[in-house]
C-alpha cells in the first residue's frame, strides 16, 4: 500500500530524515513513536507531498508522492498537529471549506459532514462558532476536516495534543473504528501509551532514523529481558546487594534497586534464591517493560527529553 | 516598590525585544518627521516648482518685469508654449492658455492681458486663470501672483495717479497736487486725504461707503489698482468640491491599510496551519496567491466603492456621471494597493512585522504622494519620488475623473502605470514567495 524507500530530507541547519525505508500494508495501523524534533512532523510532510524530499521515493497506492503531483491528495487525509482551523467560523462552516477543496459533489459532502459531526458527537454544536468550542472538540473537528474526501490513506500528526482524556479516547474510538472500517492509519506519537493502545505496528524514529519496527511483541523482543525486577531498598534487600547481582545488572534507583536480569534467567529460580536468602517476596515487584524504556534501551535517552 | 520597579524593568525588556513597536514608537514618527520637516520645513517660499502656465501680451515695462521676476522665482514652473498637434512648441494664445489649465496640465494661468497698464489706467489688471483642484495650491499661488504685482505697486501708484491728475486738474497744477499727494500718502497712507483730495479715488471710496473701516476701504482701494481677474476653469459646477478633491487620497490611505491587513491574513493560516492544511489538499501555492490576490483586489474595490457611495451620500460628491471612467480607476488602483499588500507579505517574516512595514510605508506613500498636501510642497527629489508611489497615480486618476469629469483617454495614463507597478510589484512577490517565509 504504501512504500517509503529511503527517503532523505534536510533542512538548512538539521538533518531531519536520513534514510527511512518502510512497508506499510493496506489497513495498517502504523505508529511512528519518537520524541519531539526527531523527525514524525517531516516524514509526515513528505507522505503528504506537503514537502519533496532530497532523495528517494515514496509511492502511495501505486502513485509517486510529490508536491507536484495533486491527484494523490485525494488518497490521503492529512490531520495537521495544530488546529487547522478558523476559530470565526462555525463548525459547518469550517468543514465546508475544507471538504469543498477535493470537489466531491455538494450533495455527498453534505451528508458526510453531517455522518462525521455525528460521529464524533459535534453534531448539536455544528452552527457554533469554533471559538466557542473546548480544546476537545476542536481536536475532534481538526480530525473530521481530515476526512470529508474520504480518503484510504489517514495521517494523524500528534492529533491529540493538549487534549482532556475523554476527548482522547473519543477520537481513539473513531481511529479504530475507521482502521476497521478500511483506512489505513499512519499516527505519530511521542505517547507510547497512544502507541502500544492504538498501532499494531510500531516504528520508533530518533534523529530522523527507524531504530525499531515491528509488532509491540517484536518490538519486546529486542528487550535482553521479559520482565524487569524491582527490589525495595531495605536493610535485608541492601545487605544481599551482590546476591542480585549474580542474576543481572543490578541498579540503585531512588528508594530501590533495578535489576534487569542477563540471558538465561529463570524467573523461578531466582524466587527459590531469595526465599533461600531469607528475604520476604512483599519486597520483590514484576515489572513488564514499556516502549518507553526500550527507546530508553536503544537511544540511552527519554522519549521526552 | 522592589516590585514595581522589577515590573517597570521587565516592561522595557520587553518592548526593546518587539521590534514592531520599537519600529512604530521611534522609526516610524522620525521618518515622517524628516519628511514633513523636509516639506514644512521653511515658509511658504519654499514651494517649488508650482506648473503656471503663462502668457505676456502687454508691452508695458511693468509686464516685462513681471515676467523676469516669474522667470526667477523658485516657486513657480513657468511655462510659456505648449505642443502643438505636430509636437511644435508654440506660445500660448488666450484660448489656449485657458485649454491648457482645463486640461490639467497646469493648474494656474497667468495672462498679462494688452490692456494690462493702458495710458489711462489707475493700475494693474491681470487675468487669472485656476483649476483649484489642490485648494491649498491655488491660494498659494494666488497670495505668491498678488505679492509679485503688489510689489509693483508703489510704482504703478506714483505713476498712474501722476498722469490721472495731470488729465484732470492740467499738467502744471496736476503735478503740483501730485507731490502733495504722493507725499502724504507715502508718509501716511491716509486714504481720507484722497477723498478730498482726488476726484477720480473719490468715486472709488463713495461706491465703498458702506464699509466697515478704513482697512476694509484700503483692501477695496487696492483691488481697484490692481484687479486680478479670476476665472476658474474646472470644478465650478461641483456641489462640494472640497470633498470631491480629497476623498480619493483619504480612500487610497485606508485601502491600503486594508489590503495590507488582508495580505498579512496569510501569516495568520500559516500559523494555525490552515495554510498547511490548503497545501496537503489538492492545491497548489500558485491557486492560494491567487485566490489572496482575487479576494484582496475585491475587497479594495468594494472598499473603494463604498466610501465612494458614502461621499456621495454624505457630501453629494457626484460620482455617477462619471461612474464607468471611475470604476476603471477604482479597479486599477484596487490591483496596485493589492500588490503591495502582497508585496509586504512576501518580505515579511511574521504578520507584526508585515504590519510594521506596512504603517510605515503607507504613511509615507500617502504623504509623498499627495493624499494629505499638494506635492508641489516637496523638495524637488520627493516631487520624483512621489511620482513612483501608488497613491500619486490613484489620486491623480480620481481627480482627474471626478474633478475633471475627463474621459478615458485622460485616465488610460493612469490606469496604466497603476497596472505596470502592480504588474511589477506582483512580479517581485511571486518571486520572493518562493524563497519567503509565507510558505
Redesign the interface.
Known amino acids: 500500500m504504501i512504500q517509503i524507500q529511503n527517503i532523505k530530507k534536510s533542512f538548512p541547519s538539521t538533518v531531519a530524515l536520513a534514510g527511512i525505508s518502510l512497508e506499510i500494508r493496506k489497513q495498517e495501523f502504523f505508529g511512528l513513536l519518537g520524541p519531539n524534533g526527531a523527525g514524525k512532523t517531516t516524514f509526515m510532510h513528505l507522505l503528504v507531498g506537503y514537502l519533496n524530499p532530497d532523495s528517494g521515493k515514496i509511492i502511495i497506492d501505486g502513485d509517486v508522492v510529490t508536491q507536484s503531483n495533486l491527484a494523490i491528495r485525494r488518497k490521503i487525509g492529512f490531520v495537521p498537529q495544530s488546529l487547522a482551523l478558523y476559530d470565526e467560523l462555525s463548525a459547518q462552516e469550517n468543514l465546508e471549506i475544507f471538504g469543498g477543496l477535493f470537489d466531491t459533489p455538494k450533495a455527498v459532502l453534505k451528508t458526510r459532514i453531517r455522518e462525521q459531526l455525528e460521529a464524533v458527537g459535534l453534531d448539536e454544536r455544528r452552527k457554533d462558532k469554533v471559538n466557542t468550542f473546548s480544546g476537545g472538540m476542536k481536536r475532534r473537528l481538526n480530525l473530521i476536516a481530515s476526512l470529508l474526501h474520504d480518503p484510504i490513506v489517514l495521517l494523524c500528526d500528534e492529533p491529540t495534543v493538549g487534549v482532556d482524556p475523554q476527548s482522547r479516547n473519543a477520537i481513539f474510538e473513531y481511529l479504530i473504528r475507521l482502521n476497521q472500517e478500511g483506512k489505513t492509519i499512519i499516527y505519530t506519537t511521542h505517547y507510547m501509551e497512544e502507541a502500544e493502545r492504538l498501532c499494531s505496528r510500531i516504528g520508533i524514529i530518533d534523529q530522523g532514523k527507524i531504530i525499531a519496527n515491528g509488532s509491540l511483541d517484536e518490538l519486546f523482543e529486542l528487550f535482553p529481558y521479559e520482565e524487569l525486577i524491582l527490589i525495595t531498598k531495605n536493610p535485608s534487600t541492601t545487605k544481599c546487594r551482590t546476591f542480585f547481582e549474580k542474576f543481572g545488572t543490578c541498579v540503585e534507583v531512588d528508594d530501590h534497586f533495578e535489576l534487569k536480569p542477563s540471558k538465561g534467567f529463570i524467573l523461578s529460580h531466582f524466587f527459590a534464591h531469595v526465599e533461600e536468602q531469607g528475604i520476604s517476596y512483599r519486597w520483590i515487584e514484576l515489572h513488564k517493560p514499556t516502549l518507553e524504556e526500550l527507546f530508553l534501551t536503544l537511544t540511552g535517552r527519554s522519549l521526552r527529553d | 516598590m522592589k516590585q514595581v520597579i522589577k515590573l517597570f524593568a521587565k516592561q522595557y525588556r520587553v518592548f526593546r525585544n518587539d521590534k514592531v513597536a520599537v519600529l512604530l514608537t521611534f522609526i516610524v514618527p522620525l521618518i515622517l518627521m524628516s519628511i514633513f520637516g523636509s516639506i514644512f520645513g521653511g515658509s511658504s517660499s519654499s514651494v517649488q516648482g508650482i506648473p503656471l502656465a503663462f502668457l505676456n501680451e502687454s508691452s508695458s515695462p511693468v509686464a516685462l518685469r513681471i515676467e523676469q521676476t516669474l522667470d526667477t522665482m523658485k516657486a513657480f514652473a513657468l511655462i510659456k508654449t505648449y505642443k502643438n498637434d505636430r509636437g511644435e512648441l508654440v506660445k500660448f494664445d488666450t484660448v489656449k492658455i485657458k485649454e491648457y489649465v482645463h486640461s490639467g496640465r497646469a493648474e494656474a494661468a497667468l495672462v498679462l492681458p494688452v490692456d494690462m497698464y493702458s495710458d489711462t489706467s489707475l493700475g494693474l489688471k491681470v487675468k487669472y486663470y485656476y483649476d483649484p483642484k489642490d485648494e491649498i495650491q491655488n491660494q498659494i499661488t494666488q497670495g505668491l501672483i498678488q505679492q509679485l504685482i503688489f510689489r509693483q505697486l508703489p510704482e504703478i501708484f506714483t505713476d498712474a495717479g501722476q498722469r490721472a491728475a495731470e488729465r484732470s486738474l492740467g499738467e502744471a497744477k496736476g503735478k503740483e497736487f501730485y507731490k502733495k499727494l504722493a507725499s502724504l500718502t507715502h508718509t501716511y497712507f491716509h486714504l481720507d486725504t484722497n477723498v478730498i483730495l482726488h476726484p477720480n479715488l473719490n468715486a472709488l471710496f463713495q461706491k465703498d461707503s458702506s464699509s466697515a473701516g478704513d482697512s476694509s476701504r484700503a483692501s477695496k482701494f487696492f483691488e481697484r489698482i490692481v484687479r486680478i481677474e479670476k476665472e476658474q476653469l474646472v470644478g465650478k459646477e461641483l456641489e462640494n468640491p472640497g470633498a470631491t478633491r480629497s476623498v480619493g487620497g483619504w480612500a487610497m490611505t485606508f485601502l491600503l491599510f486594508t489590503l495590507t491587513a488582508a495580505a498579512s491574513s496569510l501569516f495568520d493560516e500559516k500559523k494555525?496551519?490552515?495554510m498547511?492544511?490548503?497545501?496537503?489538499?489538492?492545491?497548489?501555492r500558485v491557486h492560494i496567491l491567487w485566490s489572496k490576490y482575487l479576494f484582496n483586489m475585491s475587497l479594495g474595490i468594494i472598499q473603494l466603492l463604498f466610501l465612494f457611495v458614502a461621499g456621495w451620500i454624505l457630501f453629494h460628491i457626484d460620482i455617477f456621471s462619471n461612474f464607468f471612467n471611475l470604476l476603471l480607476i477604482i479597479i486599477a488602483a484596487s490591483m496596485a494597493c493589492t500588490a503591495f499588500g502582497m508585496l509586504l507579505a512576501a518580505f515579511s517574516a511574521t504578520r507584526q512585522q508585515a504590519q510594521g512595514w506596512g504603517t510605515l510605508l503607507i504613511l509615507m506613500m500617502s504623504s509623498l504622494g499627495g493624499a494629505w498636501f499638494p506635492t508641489s510642497f516637496m523638495p524637488p527629489f520627493f516631487q520624483t519620488v512621489s511620482k513612483l508611489t501608488v497613491v500619486y497615480w490613484s489620486m491623480n486618476g480620481f481627480l482627474e475623473v471626478l474633478w475633471r469629469g475627463s474621459g478615458i483617454t485622460a485616465i488610460i495614463p493612469h490606469i496604466a502605470i497603476l497596472l505596470g507597478i502592480s504588474a511589477v510589484i506582483n512580479f517581485i512577490s511571486v518571486v520572493q514567495f518562493k524563497k519567503g517565509n509565507v510558505f
Do not use: F, I
Not at chain 2, 276 to 284: G, Q
Open positions: 494555525n496551519g490552515v498547511l492544511r490548503y497545501l496537503t489538499s489538492p492545491l497548489t
